[in-house]
């Protein structure tokens, strides 16, 4: 919105309203301002609604029973800030910030109504399954078509690979399910990695932050033809949306830290998990989200080997999962799992940074 302020004026101070990097630095403090205001009125308001706060896995580590009465739905803090602070400083022509926005609000709409679901009735088992996969799916159909309708026809219905240059495998229709997988995928994946103090924020974070710098670079012609990368026209208007996520991320990060005043919930992690697909999708770099990301990966791959394995057996791979519930068996404390885990966020993310230059 603050972007038309540039219109106004050929010169002077309001010409820095064109600028993508100053607008999303405005994006960032927006947001983060807006978590330190509302955040304690936010999780006040959610304690006495919830009353019991978030049911707690009877079957989970030991340790997760003091934290009974925590609220939940923290999730909204993030979205919020994020949705004031991308509308107030994003520019709202641009297809891809839609996009990306509404897949965020539709996941976190999903998470929303499990998250009720599980305060209200008080069980850990909110929305089915099968409704919230299905509602997932529907929504990042719509996601992929959008986004290959608005990308350029030479990059529509294609599979762009890391480290090769100018590589592009068409998969026609078919790209449209795996665009679903990806956004879907993601949103679960790190709705499974949810499960600690602090543990799933900072690595979307990170992650996001990543995959903003490499929607600004693919979205501006010199960088991407400098790197040998897809130009993918309008992406870079995404790190104003990246840029609000992690001002909003800290912001929540404040009162999440341990011991945690409020867990984000399935509003915030099925919303922040659709975010990141949406964006890898839009700037043509799923590939690279599935190493940025890999945390989550291995988090959805502990839970995926964990099932299959007991019912072929009915014996376990891991003393539970996903994989941060094992570690906390073996006897890990909470915060190291915590730190540990951002570090291999971070190292990740720097892999698939590297990405962009090793073609």
Request: proline letters at 4%.
């Amino acid at each position: 919105m603050l972007y038309w302020l540039s219109q106004l004026s050929e010169g002077g101070v309001l010409n820095l309203f064109r600028y993508i990097t100053f607008r999303a630095g405005g994006a960032f403090f927006t947001a983060l301002l807006f978590g330190f205001l509302f955040g304690r009125p936010l999780i006040d308001f959610l304690r006495a609604r919830q009353k019991k706060g978030q049911p707690i896995r009877t079957d989970g580590p030991q340790s997760h029973f003091s934290k009974a009465g925590t609220p939940t739905m923290g999730g909204l803090l993030i979205l919020s800030a994020l949705c004031v602070s991308t509308l107030l400083w994003a520019r709202l022509d641009n297809v891809y910030v839609w996009l990306t926005l509404l897949v965020t609000l539709g996941f976190g709409m999903i998470g929303f109504a499990d998250d009720w679901k599980k305060v209200t009735k008080q069980n850990t088992k909110g929305v089915s399954s099968r409704v919230r996969f299905l509602l997932g799916l529907l929504i990042a159909a719509l996601a992929g078509y959008a986004a290959e309708v608005a990308q350029p026809a030479e990059l529509g219905y294609a599979l762009a690979v890391p480290f090769f240059k100018n590589v592009l495998l068409h998969m026609g229709v078919f790209f449209i399910p795996f665009a679903m997988i990806v956004i879907v995928g993601a949103a679960n994946a790190v709705n499974l990695t949810d499960g600690l103090d602090g543990l799933a924020i900072m690595p979307v974070m990170i992650a996001a932050s990543t995959l903003g710098v490499i929607a600004y670079v693919v979205g501006n012609f010199n960088y991407a033809t400098y790197l040998d990368l897809h130009f993918v026209p309008g992406t870079g208007e995404l790190l104003i949306f990246v840029s609000a996520l992690v001002g909003g991320g800290l912001g929540f990060l404040w009162y999440n830290a341990p011991p945690a005043a409020v867990f984000m919930g399935d509003t915030g992690s099925l919303a922040l998990g659709g975010a990141l697909g949406a964006i890898a999708v839009a700037t043509k770099h799923e590939i690279v989200l599935a190493i940025v990301g890999g945390l989550f990966v291995v988090e959805a791959l502990s839970v995926i080997i964990q099932v299959a394995y007991f019912k072929r057996t009915g014996k376990r791979v891991f003393l539970m999962a996903p994989i941060h519930h094992h570690f906390e068996k073996k006897g890990w404390a909470e915060p190291q799992i915590v730190i540990r885990f951002w570090i291999i966020s971070l190292v990740l993310a720097l892999i698939g940074l590297a990405t962009l230059k090793l073609r």
